[in-house]
């Protein structure tokens, strides 16, 4: 089972780039990187996938290295509203080979004014 | 398109009573899954489906049941409630390829509270 470690929170000034770092030592050859942001009394939300190097999109980056042990999410220019929990998810296989996708404990971004 | 709807959005159960909730998704979505999160916890995956009329333990699937009769909905059923399940439920869904198979998209949440 592919298991992720992120740090359990971070603070961080407006205006500041922020990069949040998960470690998935036994990611399988097929798995993809994903990433969700869950404000409090919400259900998460997608922010981001990608399998190697990097990615962009009008929300994030995510820089894969090459041995794809690791992963990290860049939020440029954070604002208040990005205060939120956000979780770094690699394919689980369940029963029959079939993906149960299970989620590790996140970070807690705090940004602070 | 509405996405995934939960119902109910908010619940009170006495200890021992029974109650289902559901979950209904309009994205042709094979995948369904059932989480709990307790206050300030990460969720925890209870029961998945991977397509109409199977479904599989997640992580925590002991006093839970679940029935995925038709493909666009998912229901958990709680048979004897316990205080130790007060939580917020969410469902999701995915389309369940290999690139896909993480993408899901969330429900608005049901939280159950148990006396």
């Known amino acids: 089972l592919a298991k992720t470690t992120q740090p359990i929170s971070m603070d961080s000034y407006e205006g500041q780039e922020v990069n949040i770092t998960c470690s998935h030592n036994?990611?399988?050859?097929?798995?993809?990187i994903t990433w969700y942001q869950q404000f409090p009394s919400q259900g998460p939300r997608f922010i981001i996938q990608g399998y190697k190097t990097k990615v962009t999109n009008e929300v994030a980056s995510l820089f894969i290295p090459a041995d794809r042990k690791s992963s990290t999410l860049s939020l440029p220019r954070v604002s208040l509203s990005d205060t939120a929990v956000y979780y770094c998810l690699v394919g689980d296989r369940g029963s029959g080979g079939y993906q149960k996708v299970t989620f590790g404990t996140g970070t807690k971004l705090q940004v602070i004014p | 398109n509405a996405g995934v709807t939960q119902t109910p959005k908010f619940r009170v159960l006495k200890t021992g009573q029974s109650m289902t909730l559901l979950c209904a998704q309009d994205m042709n979505h094979e995948y369904m899954y059932w989480y709990r999160q307790d206050p300030g916890m990460g969720l925890r995956l209870i029961h998945y489906s991977v397509g109409e009329g199977t479904t599989a333990k997640g992580e925590v699937p002991d006093g839970y049941n679940v029935s995925r009769l038709k493909k666009q909905n998912f229901l958990l059923g709680l048979e004897s409630a316990a205080p130790s399940q007060t939580s917020v439920y969410f469902c999701?869904?995915?389309?369940?390829?290999?690139?896909?198979?993480?993408?899901?998209?969330f429900g608005a949440g049901s939280r159950l509270t148990v006396l």
């Open positions: 999701a869904s995915s389309f369940g390829w290999d690139s896909g198979a993480n993408v899901l998209t």
């Open positions: 036994n990611i399988a050859t097929n798995d993809y």
